[in-house]
């Protein structure tokens, strides 16, 4: 959050960065740029740019399920993780980034299985760890990493 209040908050659908007070993330804020909802209840899926311009520019922690289409266990994650942004948002931003377009990713984090979660904040990793989940299993185990 910025000394004045707000948070920046990436768009998901024009990437445009808008400051939002941060007493008002739960009022269904809308772009700035492309009237958009900047938090729409669901995870949103990414390539590496987007992942970047999140991952850099919001101040909103952001976790991120890093998967794979092949993968068995990510596929019976993916509706967990969409229940746990149900609960999360707007206090989080949930990304789905698939390790197959996105090696560079999985090369810098060290990721070497997938499902992978990954916490960030202010463009830095406060946690990872690999294993399928169930939606409270994934809403706490952020919330549990995030800094009090």
Do not use: Y
């Not at 809308?30 to 390539?47: E, I, R, T, Y």
């Not at 976790?63 to 942004?85: K, Q």
């Amino acid at each position: 959050m910025s000394a004045d209040g707000k948070e920046m908050i990436v768009c998901p659908n024009c990437r445009k960065t808008n400051r939002v007070p941060a007493a008002r993330l739960s009022e269904h804020p809308k772009c700035g740029s492309c009237a958009g909802d900047l938090f729409q209840g669901h995870p949103s899926s990414v390539d590496v740019n987007a992942f970047e311009r999140h991952v850099g520019t919001d101040t909103i922690p952001v976790l991120v399920d890093v998967w794979a289409p092949w993968c068995g266990p990510c596929l019976a994650m993916g509706p967990m993780f969409e229940r746990a942004a149900q609960t999360l948002e707007p206090r989080m931003r949930l990304l789905k980034l698939n390790m197959d377009e996105a090696p560079q990713v999985a090369r810098k984090f060290g990721i070497q299985a997938v499902p992978t979660l990954m916490l960030l904040q202010g463009g830095r990793l406060i946690a990872q760890e690999s294993g399928a989940r169930d939606s409270s299993g994934i809403v706490n185990w952020a919330r549990g990493h995030l800094p009090h």
